[in-house]
């Protein structure tokens, strides 16, 4: 490993018709398997100005799925004016400075985290100040994140030693979390709710790494158990939700000199409707632009990703940093 490149850890019937089934409330756990290759839901991606519930979709304000450009001008400032090689102190340092990269999430996170780890190792134009630190951890959703005293920071300190960096070379995250269960409970009060405990975690991010200056954040892929296809939907809402309200200026997400969290951004919306309407994979997609989830990119409690579903996010996830006017500074060579 190179210097600098360091990453730490349907019944048959319907079947035979080609019939994607939309299993109903209620289903029980037993009918979570891979004949669940549609939710119905729309991605916000495709909702556009279409609503859900009352909300208008896309990924960001006034159902746009462009980031708008003042937001996209600060993150491209940040990144080439603070996300510098630094110093085990925090002080800049191009010559023998690191810029560390961590995850923070879920069991799904860690899993599809280190994936990217290794798949950007064969990135022939990473950035050889780049460390790439893995954070995230089985079990602890976002409730965990959330409390600041938990000892998911610990851990999380622990590993960037490990990786012979400091809290003070913390300068990007990616965050994927979710509650136990998928349960978010009504909406929109659930993703509202979700969203408040991602700003809780980003703050107490930004408050262990004070160099902490841009977070990309992502939702769940798709999940073929029917009882937690919405809460997984829904969690973009959350997401969508959060980067809203701080290009919209809400206080408890302020970013820059003075901020309590990082600028943040989607990174990137994973979220596809299955195999899409016809039910067969490379046929109609489950989102407009091609992308759809197998059941066989989920093992076998259809929720977590397998080899191929963790490969598949981490190159949308290496996709969106080599080339993201906000992250190319820093990220490519």
């Given at each position: 490993m190179k210097p600098g490149r360091l990453g730490v850890y349907l019944t048959a019937a319907?079947?035979?018709?080609?019939?994607?089934?939309?299993?109903?409330?209620?289903?029980?756990?037993?009918?979570?398997?891979?004949?669940?290759?549609?939710?119905?839901?729309?991605?916000?991606?495709?909702?556009?100005?279409?609503?859900?519930?009352?909300?208008?979709?896309?990924?960001?304000?006034?159902?746009?799925?462009?980031?708008?450009?003042?937001?996209?001008?600060?993150?491209?400032?940040?990144?080439?004016?603070?996300?510098?090689?630094?110093?085990?102190?925090?002080?800049?340092?191009?010559?023998?400075?690191?810029?560390?990269?961590?995850?923070?999430?879920?069991?799904?996170?860690?899993?599809?985290?280190?994936?990217?780890?290794?798949?950007?190792?064969?990135?022939?134009?990473?950035?050889?100040?780049?460390?790439?630190?893995?954070?995230?951890?089985?079990?602890?959703?976002?409730?965990?994140?959330?409390?600041?005293?938990?000892?998911?920071?610990?851990?999380?300190?622990?590993?960037?030693?490990?990786?012979?960096?400091?809290?003070?070379?913390?300068?990007?995250?990616?965050?994927?979390?979710?509650?136990?269960?998928?349960?978010?409970?009504?909406?929109?009060?659930?993703?509202?709710?979700?969203?408040?405990?991602?700003?809780?975690?980003?703050?107490?991010?930004?408050?262990?790494?004070?160099?902490?200056?841009?977070?990309?954040?992502?939702?769940?892929?798709?999940?073929?158990?029917?009882?937690?296809?919405?809460?997984?939907?829904?969690?973009?809402?959350?997401?969508?939700?959060?980067?809203?309200?701080?290009?919209?200026?809400?206080?408890?997400?302020?970013?820059?000199?003075?901020?309590?969290?990082?600028?943040?951004?989607?990174?990137?919306?994973?979220?596809?409707?299955?195999?899409?309407?016809?039910?067969?994979?490379?046929?109609?997609?489950?989102?407009?632009?091609?992308?759809?989830?197998?059941?066989?990119?989920?093992?076998?409690?259809?929720?977590?990703?397998?080899?191929?579903?963790?490969?598949?996010?981490?190159?949308?996830?290496?996709?969106?940093?080599?080339?993201?006017?906000?992250?190319?500074?820093?990220?490519?060579?």
């Open positions: 319907a079947t035979a018709l080609g019939v994607a089934l939309i299993p109903q409330p209620g289903a029980s756990a037993a009918q979570t398997d891979c004949t669940y290759t549609r939710s119905g839901l729309v991605p916000l991606n495709d909702l556009g100005t279409g609503t859900y519930k009352g909300l208008t979709g896309g990924l960001y304000p006034n159902g746009s799925n462009v980031r708008p450009t003042a937001h996209t001008n600060a993150g491209v400032n940040i990144a080439q004016n603070h996300v510098l090689p630094r110093n085990a102190s925090g002080q800049v340092d191009l010559v023998n400075g690191k810029v560390v990269l961590i995850s923070i999430g879920m069991s799904n996170t860690t899993q599809e985290f280190q994936k990217f780890i290794a798949t950007s190792q064969a990135y022939a134009n990473l950035n050889d100040k780049l460390v790439i630190v893995d954070g995230a951890q089985g079990g602890k959703d976002a409730s965990a994140w959330a409390n600041p005293a938990d000892t998911t920071w610990s851990v999380l300190s622990t590993r960037l030693s490990s990786a012979g960096v400091t809290p003070a070379q913390v300068q990007a995250v990616w965050l994927k979390e979710q509650y136990v269960g998928d349960n978010l409970g009504a909406f929109p009060q659930g993703a509202q709710n979700l969203r408040n405990s991602l700003a809780s975690i980003l703050r107490n991010a930004r408050t262990n790494y004070p160099n902490l200056a841009l977070g990309y954040v992502a939702s769940r892929i798709y999940t073929y158990n029917p009882l937690r296809s919405a809460g997984a939907y829904e969690q973009g809402w959350a997401v969508k939700k959060l980067i809203e309200d701080q290009i919209n200026g809400a206080s408890d997400l302020t970013y820059g000199a003075g901020g309590v969290a990082p600028w943040l951004s989607w990174g990137p919306y994973m979220w596809a409707d299955g195999l899409g309407a016809d039910g067969v994979a490379g046929g109609t997609p489950g989102r407009s632009d091609g992308l759809e989830w197998a059941c066989s990119d989920l093992v076998t409690d259809r929720v977590h990703p397998s080899a191929t579903g963790q490969q598949k996010v981490a190159n949308l996830l290496l996709n969106q940093l080599s080339t993201d006017p906000t992250s190319t500074p820093w990220f490519n060579k």
